[in-house]
């Protein structure tokens, strides 16, 4: 089974965001055990078995094994490398500027909106949960309580933050 080669694009190489918390950064540590200890071991196994069947040109039960020994060594090597890259979010005490790890509470058309501030790997916009590298993360971090931000998309947006915690 060939793999497909596919061009080098702008998003080909890209690292992830190296900011965690501390529970995704255990979380990840728990997945990776899981993947060392359990997927790994048995996946092998399941290989060696289906080898012994000889033809590996005609056995597409192996080929499929092989493939997904090879997805889960690859997800080890990126949850690794994650974890020997990440910078954990530690809550500073509020100084009255919005960081890394605030929760902000900001008022837009007359609605509040409430946010946290957190690294790529943890976004939920549907829980409020942005990157700090969103457009709306990017332009609230270091404002203070009454600022107001002005955000370009399609159209402009105001936000006016009302909370810092």
């Known amino acids: 089974m060939r793999v497909p080669i596919r061009k080098s694009g702008k998003f080909t190489n890209l690292k992830q965001d190296p900011y965690i918390t501390r529970e995704k950064c255990e979380e990840l540590k728990a997945r990776l055990e899981r993947l060392k200890k359990v997927s790994q071991p048995r996946t092998i196994a399941e290989v060696k078995r289906l080898a012994a069947d000889g033809d590996f040109s005609e056995n597409a039960a192996y080929q499929i094994a092989k493939g997904k020994l090879r997805g889960i060594n690859q997800r080890i090597l ?3 490398d994650l974890l020997k890259r990440a910078i954990i979010i530690e ?3 509020n100084n009255g500027t919005v960081q890394l790890g ?7 058309n007359g609605k509040q909106k409430i946010y ?4 790529s790997a943890e976004t939920d916009p549907d829980k409020g949960i942005i990157s700090r590298n ?3 993360g990017r332009n609230l971090i270091g404002k203070r309580v009454g600022d107001v931000v002005i955000i370009h998309l399609n159209k402009e947006f105001r936000y006016k933050i009302i909370k810092i915690s």
């Open 78 to 80: 990126e949850i690794e």
């Open 91 to 93: 809550l500073q005490k």
């Open 102 to 108: 605030s929760i902000v509470t900001v008022e837009a």
């Open 116 to 119: 946290q501030i957190l690294g």
């Open 134 to 136: 969103s457009p709306i």
